[in-house]
């Protein structure tokens, strides 16, 4: 759906563990974003990126690392995995002449 | 640093009645953008409807309109004849126009409403 796809869809880690997960798009935007999602937060920015090894961090990054070797890939890596990344992970891409996002379905990863 | 404030965590309607979510936004800018999305219990964010700030005329599409006071920095969502289907979480967001590389342009949530639908 809208050429954006998110993987895994869901995952249970070790806290400790590397862990990364990926979006996909298919439409060749230069903008996309990963954000997480928490109960009372909303969605918070973590990284975002704006071409090709162009990224730049958000709202709350800390933990988190991003690279975009190509258009279409966008990871994003919890280097070292704890309970407080426990989070339902959105990536997002924005359009080309639009003003909105359009989301991919969430990645839930749980950190135990 | 621009915020997004849903004061109501929580709202309930009735099937068939009208039903209208708040938001404010605090921001020193003139020309920005502001959305409503939906998110069911599907996860999927959806988009509602989008508002340019330099236009006065109320956005509306089909039973979703929203009231837009720029003074007052106020961007509330009306759904009319509210569905089962309406039932979900409803994020108020903003954006700034932004520039290449920037983050001016990223887009801000609030945290969110959760409306319940009543048959």
């Known amino acids: 759906d809208a050429g954006i796809t998110q993987s895994p869809r869901h995952k249970v880690t070790e806290t400790g563990t590397p862990v990364t997960l990926r979006c996909h798009q298919t439409?060749?935007?230069?903008?996309m974003y990963w954000y997480r999602q928490d109960p009372g937060h909303g969605l918070r920015l973590i990284h975002y990126s704006y071409g090709v090894k162009d990224t730049d961090k958000g709202e709350v990054s800390d933990g988190y690392s991003v690279s975009r070797s190509k258009t279409e890939d966008f990871l994003l890596t919890l280097e070292s995995a704890t309970s407080s990344q426990t989070s339902v992970y959105f990536c997002?891409?924005?359009?080309?002449?639009?003003?909105?996002?359009?989301f991919g379905s969430g990645t839930r990863l749980t950190v135990v | 640093a621009q915020t997004v404030t849903q004061s109501q965590p929580e709202m309930s309607v009735q099937e068939a009645e009208t039903v209208t979510l708040s938001c404010t936004y605090d921001t020193s800018e003139s020309d920005y953008y502001l959305f409503w999305y939906k998110q069911p219990p599907s996860r999927q964010m959806i988009l509602v409807i989008r508002?340019?700030?330099?236009?006065?005329q109320n956005a509306t599409e089909n039973r979703f309109s929203v009231n837009f006071q720029k003074a007052a920095k106020s961007f509330s969502l009306k759904i009319s004849d509210s569905q089962l289907g309406d039932a979900a979480m409803y994020f108020c967001?903003?954006?700034?126009?932004?520039?290449?590389?920037?983050?001016?342009?990223?887009?801000?949530f609030g945290k969110g409403t959760k409306l319940s639908v009543k048959p």
């Open positions: 439409e060749n935007h230069r903008y």
């Open positions: 997002a891409i924005r359009r080309t002449g639009e003003d909105g996002y359009t």
């Open positions: 967001a903003y954006r700034s126009p932004g520039v290449y590389g920037g983050s001016q342009g990223n887009l801000i």
């Open positions: 508002q340019e700030a330099y236009k006065q």
